[in-house]
């Protein structure tokens, strides 16, 4: 059974930073290319980042691009995103989401970020 699972999220103060993580399980992560997507109150999900199965791809959104940073560690089978200089507006839930082919076709169950004073 493929398993995505987030963590690392939380309240943060804007300017702040925080890493979240995805712990994968039930398929071989290493042979898959891997996503974050997030959705904000009362709007749709937005793709975040992509990285490609032998990290030879990256790929963000302008939203975050030069705060954000993706990786992954295979031997690890987990999934990160870095998130410096956080503002309000990046307040949403995180997912993890394994890519396959031209779909997104398993998601981890999500990990609140709340950027606020």
């Known amino acids: 059974e493929v398993q995505l699972v987030e963590s690392g999220g939380g309240l943060v103060q804007p300017g702040g930073s925080l890493r979240l993580s995805c712990a994968a399980s039930?398929?071989?992560?290493?042979?898959?290319?891997m996503a974050w997507v997030r959705q904000a109150p009362g709007k749709g999900p937005e793709w975040v980042s992509y990285?490609?199965?032998?990290?030879?791809?990256?790929n963000y959104a302008n939203s975050v691009k030069g705060r954000f940073a993706v990786s992954r560690d295979n031997a690890k089978n987990t999934l990160y995103l870095q998130m410096n200089s956080l503002k309000s507006e990046d307040t949403a839930i995180y997912y993890c989401?394994?890519?396959?082919?031209?779909?997104?076709?398993?998601w981890g169950q999500g990990i609140q970020v709340t950027v606020s004073s």
């Open positions: 990285i490609s199965n032998s990290v030879g791809l990256i």
């Open positions: 039930g398929f071989t992560f290493s042979n898959y290319a």
């Open positions: 989401v394994r890519k396959f082919y031209t779909t997104y076709d398993y």
